[in-house]
Structures are given as C-alpha cells and as structure tokens.
C-alpha cells in the first residue's frame, strides 16, 4: 500500500497570503488527522476529519481551516499567513472507525516558511 | 498546551549503549504511543501500550506504563547510529481517535 502523501513539500509565502496543503491518506484509511510542528510549541493537533466531516479540533484561530473529500483526501487551509505560521504541517491517517484507538500513519509533511 | 513532557531533553550515547526515554501526562488514557522522527521528517509509529497493559516489547524496544504515576518509559537496547532520532511520545485519550497529544521529544544520538 502507498503511504500518506502530502504536497507540496516545501513552500514559502509572503505575510498576508494565504496557502492550501494537501494529504492522501492511506487508501480504506477514512480518518486524516493535521499536525503543526515548531520548534516553540513542538506538535499540535490542529483537527481531526473523518468521513467529510470534521470530527475534532484543537485550539488555533479560524484562520486555519480544513476538509475532508468523499474520497477522503483532505485539504488544510491557512488564511491571512503570519510568520508564527511557518512550521512543519504533518497529516495522518488511520482507520479512524468509532472507537478506533490505534496508531496513526503520518505522511513525511509540508514545510511552510512565510516571510 | 501538551499533554506529554518528556526527559531528558537530549540523549548521546555510544552505539551498543541502552537508551531511556521517560515520559508523564496529565490526563486519564486509553492508550500511550512512541513515534520516531528522523530531522524534519515525517513520523514513525513505535509502539502502541494500552491503559492497562504494564509493559510490551517490540523488538530491541521495551516500554513500560504505570498509570497511576501516568508516566511511561521507553528502552532501546544495543543502539545503534540509525537509532539517532527524536523520540515523542503521543497519548490518545478516549472517544478521541486520531487526536494524539504529544510530548515536547527527546533527542537522541547514537555515536558509532
């Protein structure tokens, strides 16, 4: 089976723009999962999708925003980019079924640098 | 804010060594998790210990887990150079599968 792709890879942006991440889970995984990782603040959980609809959320502005695919491939969205935004996106990927409590599979993520 | 904090910070050691990793945690769990993350890359899964399980092993790795101090430890044993890495540990609390909280890591390197 592939594993969990995420594009692009690398990206830099400008303060003020706005940026879209994408992830393709595992396939037959339905639950996609983003992380944010920085040196200051190291991995946040940022929000949790499964079966197009958002199933947790963790504690970031509105600014960041996501959704989820019939096909589950999900989408992250940062709007009104700061610098404090630039991190290491990872997704993941598990079964996700109710009460699902395993491991998850991440992708190799997306590094953002705004200036 | 974290769920996990983890010591020591840093780790070096020789190759051959044993390395250990401790975490704590702040909330009731279902589940306690280990991931390795090779500089700026994605991040591998370990090993998983459940609420009321006590101790596993998974090859050179042994993790314990005393839920009523809630910490947890991880040992590699006969490191090796490829075990250099970071090392987070993720709790998974109940009704929340796919959130993971995790710890600030703890660096290893393994000198050859």
């Known amino acids: 089976k592939a594993g969990v792709t995420q594009t692009p890879r690398y990206l830099i942006k400008t303060r003020g723009q706005q940026v879209t991440l994408s992830c393709s889970p595992i396939?037959?995984?339905?639950?996609v999962s983003w992380y944010q990782q920085t040196p200051g603040q190291g991995l946040q959980f940022l929000f949790e999708?499964?079966?197009?609809?958002?199933?947790n959320k963790g504690n970031f502005p509105g600014r960041f925003s996501g959704r989820q695919f019939s096909n589950s491939r999900s989408e992250m969205n940062v709007s009104t980019l700061e610098l404090g935004d630039s991190a290491l996106y990872l997704c993941?990927?598990?079964?996700?079924?109710?009460?699902?409590?395993?491991?998850?599979?991440f992708g190799e993520g997306s590094r953002l640098t705004v200036l | 804010s974290q769920q996990g904090e983890e010591d020591p910070q840093a780790l070096s050691i020789q190759e051959g060594e044993n390395a250990t990793m401790n975490c704590s945690y702040k909330?009731?769990?279902?589940?306690l998790q280990w991931y390795r993350q090779n500089s700026g890359r994605g991040l591998v899964h370990l090993i998983l210990?459940?609420?009321?399980?006590r101790e596993k092993h998974s090859g050179r790795l042994r993790v314990t887990l005393d839920t009523s101090k809630k910490s947890s430890s991880l040992l590699i044993t006969a490191s090796r150079a490829a075990d250099t890495a970071s090392y987070f540990c993720?709790?998974?609390?109940?009704?929340?599968?796919?959130?993971?909280?995790f710890g600030q890591g703890t660096e290893l390197s393994v000198k050859p």
């Open positions: 999708y499964f079966s197009e609809t958002q199933r």
């Open positions: 993941a990927s598990s079964e996700g079924t109710s009460g699902f409590t395993g491991e998850l599979f």
């Open positions: 396939s037959g995984h339905r639950s």
């Open positions: 909330t009731s769990i279902n589940n």
């Open positions: 210990i459940r609420s009321n399980e």
């Open positions: 993720a709790t998974m609390i109940y009704n929340q599968g796919g959130k993971l909280i």
